[in-house]
């Protein structure tokens, strides 16, 4: 015999799947805009570094 359908319980399971997807994916992305910002702030100081030993 066919289980009796759970409608609530399974759109439940899905949206507590969705979220924790969603979840990961954005914690990925602001791990990666913070790498991002790290390199992008190190390449800065190296160019002032190397900008000012020309002027000198």
Known sequence: ?????????ERRERDRLKAIKVAEKAQAKKEARERARLENAGAADEAD???DAEKT
């Open 1 to 9: 015999m066919a289980r009796k359908p759970n409608y609530e319980f």
């Open 49 to 51: 570094d190397a900008g």
